[in-house]
């Protein structure tokens, strides 16, 4: 569960900018909910709230049944490790095959052999990229990256995944099916967040939209998706 209670979020270093102003937000466990606005809304600002990478100057914040203002030293860490993280320019690790960039994580996490001979399979079968496991991310597509990103996301079973415009890098044709597999993720059960700045996708899937305006929460609501697109 994600929740923000009368949040505010003021910036010192620019006289005081006013970034996020009362937000008041709850996303129970399983939910996919796209978070939109245009440049400057607040997202990203929101998106550091929840994985703790900054604090509201006031109100409170709860993610994944931590509440985050009374967060300290290791805690910290076991808060990120319930949030899969993917981002725009997928940040895989160059060197290493598909199979070891999702390995790599559930080994810094302490997982078994036994147990990560069989995730890693899986989460790759579930992204559709099966038969791409031996290849290094030089040798993928944009959108097979990006598959490989939401594997690794997802591999230790995260109880939110947050993804930060997970299409703004890819062609139009390849981000609905990027959006399908976060879709089929949630349905495993994981609460999916999506930054998008993509009106189109939105509209195509529908679902509950959180759109921010100058810091505010301009409209959240679910609507009905199955628009094509132009
Ligand atoms: P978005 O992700 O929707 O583009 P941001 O959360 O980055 O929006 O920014 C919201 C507002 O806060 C903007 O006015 C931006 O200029 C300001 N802002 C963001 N980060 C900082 C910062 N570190 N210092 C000062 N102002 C910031």
């Not at 978070?35 to 400057?40: F, K, Q, T, Y």
């Not at 290094?136 to 230790?156: C, H, K, N, T, W």
């Not at 993804?163 to 993720?185: C, R």
Request: aromatic residues 8%; charged residues 25%; contains cysteine.
């Amino acid at each position: 569960m994600v929740e923000l209670k009368n949040v505010d979020v003021r910036y010192r270093e620019r006289g005081g900018v006013e970034a996020l102003n009362d937000i008041n937000i709850k996303i129970e466990d399983g939910e996919f909910v796209f978070i939109v606005g245009s440049s400057g809304a607040g997202k990203s600002t929101l998106l550091k709230l929840l994985t703790r990478e900054n604090q509201p100057t006031s109100g409170r914040v709860f993610v994944n049944g931590y509440n985050l203002s009374k967060l300290k030293g290791s805690k910290v860490l076991m808060l990120r490790r319930s949030i899969g993280m993917i981002f725009q320019d997928f940040r895989l690790i160059p060197n290493l095959t598909v199979y070891e960039n999702v390995a790599f994580v559930l080994r810094v996490t302490d997982k078994s052999k036994r147990f990560i001979r069989q995730r890693v399979p899986y989460v790759l079968n579930l992204v559709g990229l099966s038969n791409r496991a031996k290849a290094y991310p030089s040798q993928l597509s944009g959108g097979e990256q990006q598959r490989v990103a939401i594997a690794r996301a997802f591999a230790s079973d995260p109880g939110l995944i947050i993804a930060d415009e997970p299409t703004g890098n890819l062609d139009p044709e390849l981000s609905y099916g990027i959006v399908e597999v976060l879709k089929d993720i949630n349905q495993c059960g994981t609460t999916v967040i999506m930054v998008t700045h993509e009106h189109d996708i939105v509209k195509y899937f529908g679902g509950r939209i959180i759109s921010l305006k100058d810091g505010s929460v301009a409209f959240d609501d679910t609507i009905g998706g199955g628009d094509e697109v132009e």
